[in-house]
Nanobody, 124 residues
Framework: QVRLVESGASLVQAGGSLRLSCAAS????????MAWFRQAPGKEREFVAA????????LYADSVKGRFTISRDNALNAMYLQMNSLKPADTAVYYC?????????????????WGQGTQVTVSS
């Protein structure tokens, strides 16, 4: 199975930018459709963005559309989330997730593989 490790935790001011990374190991990364989810304190885990195995198709939550960009580099076994115009509402633990069957999906339950999460805090 694939092992996923997020990095890029930080405290940033509102309006700032941050790039998260997800490093994969253990299996062929290009076999996995990938996604980012986030979970704020007291809230359910929510979908942020997803990217197909080839990296040519994407899906974004309405709350981040136009501000966040998901990408991947299969040669480097990595996925990224570029976050711009950050808002305090973006504060959460961000998780990368992967699935090896089916396409991209917005439901967390569809992803079998998860990283440990990385904290993003946006101050006002």
């Amino acid at each position: 199975q694939v092992r996923l490790v997020e990095s890029g935790a930080s405290l940033v001011q509102a309006g700032g930018s941050l790039r998260l990374s997800c490093a994969a190991s253990g299996r062929t990364f290009s076999n996995y459709a990938m996604a980012w989810f986030r979970q704020a304190p007291g809230k359910e885990r929510e979908f942020v963005a997803a990217i197909t195995r080839s990296g040519t198709s994407f899906l974004y939550a309405d709350s981040v559309k136009g501000r966040f960009t998901i990408s991947r580099d299969n040669a480097l076994n990595a996925m990224y989330l570029q976050m711009n115009s950050l808002k305090p509402a973006d504060t959460a633990v961000y998780y990368c997730a992967g699935r090896d069957s089916g396409g991209i999906h917005v439901r967390a339950s569809e992803y079998a593989y998860w990283g440990q999460g990385t904290q993003v805090t946006v101050s006002s």
